[in-house]
């Protein structure tokens, strides 16, 4: 079975500084690998994820994040946010192949831009 | 395109009281279907999870319970409320490569 750590509960920043949030995971086959954001009361949205290819995955609004396999990390950076970036971010897995399907999610991290 | 419905937004219900959650799906067959629950500071939880008509697997003991009569309606319900089921319900549909989720409901047990 999959298992997915987000290390930090909550990360305050600064307007314009840079933020890393952080996701550990734990698998014994292959993995996809996914960031979804959640806005106040509303449902998830899928942000990027990685599924084959280049280990480097960027998002349309300046998010990337990076599928680092010897150390099972899949870490979301920005090197500048903006005060709309606060919100809940949650790492999540699914096996891709030889395991269950089933997307296992992070407890999150709540990301607070401040000005 | 695919879309997910899933209602009411809110919801208060009192302790003792039965639920019924329901969540459609469009636009997709033969989805797998989710149900997830989101306390403060506890993250997703994985209630249900459903492959096909009548699959149903439960993740976690508890007093809640699902249903999905049709290929894309998936119902969460309870006979009897508990305080400890107040919550934020999201409904969701995945394949192996992505996930998408309805837009919750706010359920408050009081």
Avoid: M
Avoid at chain 1, 41 to 55: A, E, H, V
């Amino acid at each position: 079975a999959q298992s997915v750590t987000q290390l930090d509960s909550q990360v305050p920043v600064f307007e314009e500084a840079p933020v890393e949030l952080r996701c550990n995971y734990s698998s014994s086959v292959s993995v996809y690998l996914f960031w979804y954001v959640q806005y106040p009361n509303q449902g998830l949205q899928l942000l990027l994820k990685y599924l084959s290819g280049s280990t480097l995955v960027e998002s349309i609004n300046g998010f990337e994040a990076e599928f680092n396999k010897s150390q099972t990390s899949f870490h979301l950076r920005k090197p500048s946010v903006h005060i709309s970036d606060t919100a809940e971010y949650f790492c999540a897995v699914s096996a891709s192949q030889g395991g269950s399907e089933k997307l296992v999610f992070g407890k999150g991290t709540k990301l607070t831009v401040n000005p | 395109s695919q879309t997910i419905h899933q209602w009411p937004a809110t919801l208060v219900q009192p302790v003792g009281s039965p639920l019924s959650l329901e969540c459609t799906v469009e636009g997709t067959s033969n989805p797998n279907l989710y149900w997830y629950r989101q306390a403060a500071g506890r993250g997703l939880q994985l209630l249900f999870y459903s492959v096909g008509i009548g699959q149903i697997s439960s993740e976690v003991p508890q007093n809640l319970s699902a249903s999905r009569p049709q290929d894309r309606q998936f119902i969460l319900s309870s006979k009897k409320l508990l305080l400890s089921d107040s919550g934020f319900y999201l409904c969701a549909w995945s394949g192996y490569t992505e996930a998408f989720f309805g837009q919750g409901t706010r359920l408050t047990v009081v």
